[in-house]
Every structure is written in C-alpha cells, then in structure tokens.
C-alpha cells in the first residue's frame, strides 16, 4: 500500500497592480496547520504570514512556498504585483510677488495626464498644468495630478508669497521740503513736470525744491515699488514771513565768490542761514553776525543753490 498525502494549496491570489506607494495583500487566508514562506524578485521581501501585506516600489514577484506540517508535503506559486508610477505633481518654485502682480505657477501638462488645483486661503481653483495667479496675500496652493489611463495621483504643494507694497504718501514739512511717510526703504525723487523724470541724486527720504514745480517719488522696500502722486511746491523765493520781506535781502544773483545778506533793522539774534544743493544737501551753514553778513561761497561748485534763513528761502545761482 502506497499512502499518496495531499499537497497544499499554494493560493498566491490573483496579479495585482498598484500605483506607486500603495500597498496590496497577496496570498490567501491561512490553513491551520500548514506554514508559508514568501521571497521576492526582485529580493528584498520574505515572510510567514499566509497573506501578507506589499508594497513594492517596482513591479516585484513574489514566491510563496506553503507546506503541510504534518506530512512535510509542500507547493510553491508566485504571483505578480505591477506598479504604476506617479505622476510628478511639479508645482514648481516658492515665488514672492509683490502685492497686485501675478505670477505662474505649476510645469509643463503631460500628455494624458489632468490636474487640479485648490488654494488656502480658499478661492482658488484651476485644471491648467501651469495657472497664473494674483493672491493679495501670502497662500498656499495644492496640486493633485493623475496620470488618466491608470488612475495613479500625486499630490504636492507651493507658497507664493505676497509682499506690501510700500506706503507712498508724503507731506510737506514747509513750503519747500517734502517728505516719504515710509521709513527704511529707498527712495527716487521725480519731476513731474518733465515727464516724471529722475532727479539725480535725490534719493533721500525728504527733497527740498530748489525750484517750484510739482514733484513725486519713487519708493521701493522688500524689491517692490510705487509711486507716489505729485506734490506742487509753488513759493520759493517768496519771504514766509511776510512782516519781515523788507528786512532781508540777498545779492548778487548770480554770485561767484561771496554772497552778502542784509537784514537790515531785523532785531532778531542767532539767525541761522543754512546754503543747499538742488539735491537738498546742505553745503554752508552758519549764522547772521552783523546787518550785512558776507558768506564765502567760494568752495562751492557751481549750480542752483538755495538759502534757507529761519523760514525763508530764496534761490540763487553759483556761478
């Protein structure tokens, strides 16, 4: 008599496929009794679960060899698992905008592939492979990309931030010097006269006119910039004091080497007179010592100055 055991069953499941990332079980639900031994090609993979649960990163055989203890009989089967990769969900660069700018986002559409973007704040979506935006503050925005024909999804996200742009008023501090109310940034004076056209080397916060005209100013901080409207500066050369206009007088105009200031009965003392430059830099300063003050102006290059006393001021020109 020849006593023929059975061999066990082996049942490796059916061929699976999954997207990159995922996982599966394969096998089926354990004989008692019976012991399983799983490996893998390519290796890497081994266990004693009559099931186990995979999740291989490229499309992997697994082997499994299932024996009956009691008779020592034993089978072996494998079974498939196919990955699919993901797409790449490139949402491309962290971006800094400045406020009321747009910029894009994303990377070029693959073929078959379709896309889906949100936003938080809330309020944004989009299927373009490459959206434009404009947030007015800084936001995140979410990408979800699948690759159609096998239903594989990768999710990524990107910040764009959103920088203020800078505050543009100004005020005029007296009838001739204006100045930016933003502190820290960096500053261009213009003349809105011709054309907005720089006015060089007036980049300090406050400009002092040197004539009267209408002026703006460029401001820029944190690589954003505005512009601000234009302020009409229309009484240089005129006395601010009016019950004083006959007590001051300035000449000549031109002048080369001295520049002489009578003040006449003006009972006043320590009267500080300060000489500036078309770019408000102060270039002679000093005091009014007698009636007549003759000031060396000698030193001085030639151009458009002004001359600041008290609150007055009047133009003239170094030659």
């Not at 099931?51 to 494998?78: H, I, M, Q, R, W």
């Not at 905008?97 to 747009?102: D, L, V, Y």
């Not at 000031?295 to 290059?301: D, G, L, R």
Request: charged share 10%; aromatic share 8%.
């Amino acid at each position: 008599m020849v006593n023929v055991n059975p061999s066990p069953n082996a049942n490796v499941g059916a061929i699976k496929t999954i997207c990159n990332g995922a996982n599966t079980t394969i096998g089926a639900s354990a004989v008692s009794g019976n012991t399983y031994l799983w490996s893998s090609m390519p290796a890497g993979f081994t266990s004693t679960n009559a099931n186990p649960t995979v999740s291989p990163t490229t499309t992997t055989k697994y082997y499994l060899t299932e024996t009956t203890t009691a008779t020592g009989c034993f089978k072996s089967d494998s079974v498939m698992v196919n990955v699919n990769p993901l797409p790449n969900a490139n949402v491309g660069a962290i971006k800094t905008i400045c406020n009321g700018a747009n910029t894009t986002i994303g990377a070029s559409a693959v073929s078959g592939n379709t896309y889906l973007w949100s936003s938080m704040p809330a309020g944004f979506t989009s299927t373009n492979a490459i959206p434009t935006v404009s947030p007015t503050t800084t936001t995140k925005y979410y990408l979800t990309e699948t690759t159609t024909a096998t239903g594989c999804f990768k999710s990524d996200s990107v910040m764009v931030n959103v920088n203020p742009l800078p505050f543009v008023t100004t005020q005029l501090i007296n009838s001739y010097t204006i100045i930016a109310k933003q502190n820290g940034a960096f500053y261009q004076w213009l003349d809105c006269n011709l054309g907005h056209s720089i006015i060089p080397g007036a980049t300090n916060q406050s400009y002092t006119a040197t004539i009267n005209g209408d002026y703006a100013v460029i401001v820029s901080i944190n690589n954003c910039t505005d512009t601000s409207t234009c302020v009409n500066i229309n009484k240089l050369g005129m006395y601010r004091n009016m019950k004083d206009c006959s007590k001051l007088t300035i000449y000549p105009n031109p002048a080369s080497t001295l520049l002489i200031v009578n003040k006449y009965n003006l009972t006043e003392e320590n009267i500080r007179y300060s000489i500036m430059s078309s770019i408000g830099q102060v270039v002679v300063t000093g005091f009014l010592i007698d009636d007549k003050t003759e000031i060396n102006i000698s030193s001085i290059a030639a151009g458009v100055y002004i001359i600041k006393i008290n609150d007055q001021i009047q133009q003239f020109v170094k030659e």
